[in-house]
């Protein structure tokens, strides 16, 4: 069996992670932060998507809770040879303002989720990622941590230091047949963007539409395979042509 763990999997581009991971046949450990009934959603779809999958609850900004979740995991399969060798780091939250007006804590927590997320989620799979000589490792970084969004210098900043962090990742592992790369995405359909003026925004981006969360997953699932072995170290952009 072969396990891959997504992080905030319960909805959005991580739902539809989890469901393209299972159709290729992973059995899909899904993350989420609260949403209960949105995970078992998910579930649902992977288990229609003919593999299976389990819950883990845990709050990746929370180092503690976040160890003795994968911990517990890796115990209740240590006599087996089965380890994480996919990982999605896919969580994350939004809280926009000028940074004139911004928060501590919106700045903090921000930060917190996407780049102390990384760190607590991806450091305790590594060594079984290492024994194993595989393992994908795949980051939801965004456009804004490649240009600059205004209104978002606490995501821009986050996503720009997760893109920073896949590509020294990325050195450090290749020798063992671990991939590091970063994914990110412009305007995706998905409860983040709600509240957004699509067709304003819209107008701005030469595809003339928001993306799919399945056309992110469909590229996550390339990186996942053996095929895309040397591709490591990079930040993949689908945008829409947004910013190239
Ligand atoms: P979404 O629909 O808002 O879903 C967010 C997911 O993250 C949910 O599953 C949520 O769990 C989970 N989550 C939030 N905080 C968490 C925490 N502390 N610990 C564990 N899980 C947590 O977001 P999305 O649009 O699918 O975005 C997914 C990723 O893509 C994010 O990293 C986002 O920054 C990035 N991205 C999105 C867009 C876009 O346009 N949508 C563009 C660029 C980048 P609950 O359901 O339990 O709350």
Redesign the pocket.
């Known amino acids: 069996m072969k396990y891959a763990l997504v ?9 539809a992670v989890c469901v393209k991971l299972a159709s290729m046949g992973y059995n899909v450990l899904i ?6 009934v ?2 078992e959603e998910t579930l649902s779809l992977v288990r229609e998507a003919g593999t299976d999958g389990e819950l883990m ?6 180092a503690d809770e976040t160890r003795e979740a994968i911990e517990a995991w890796q115990n209740a399969h240590r006599d087996s040879d089965e380890y994480i060798e996919v990982l999605v ?6 809280k926009d303002n000028i940074l004139g007006l911004m928060p501590h804590e919106d700045w903090i927590s921000v930060l ?3 780049l102390n ?1 990384f760190y607590n989620v991806t450091q305790p799979l590594l060594m079984s990622m290492q024994y194993h000589k595989f393992g994908r490792i795949i980051n ?5 941590g490649i240009m600059g969004m205004q209104g978002q210098t606490n ?1 821009s900043a986050a ?1 720009g230091g997760l893109i920073a962090a896949t590509k020294a990742l990325a050195k450090e592992v290749a020798r063992k047949n671990i991939t590091c790369n970063a994914i ?10 709600e509240g957004l003026d699509e067709a304003a925004l819209k107008k701005t981006i030469p595809a003339n539409r ?2 799919t ?1 399945e056309e ?1 997953a469909e590229c996550v699932a390339f990186l996942c395979t053996p095929q895309a072995g040397y591709i490591t170290g990079n930040v993949i952009s689908i945008n829409g042509g947004l910013y190239t």
């Open positions: 992080t905030g999997g319960s909805r959005g581009i991580g739902r993350n989420y932060a609260g949403n209960t949105a995970a609850r845990f709050d990746v900004s929370n780091n896919n969580a994350g939250i939004r917190s989720v996407t997320g939801m970084a965004s456009v804004s995501y996503k990110a995405p412009g305007f995706i359909k998905t409860d983040m963007v928001f993306g969360p992110i």
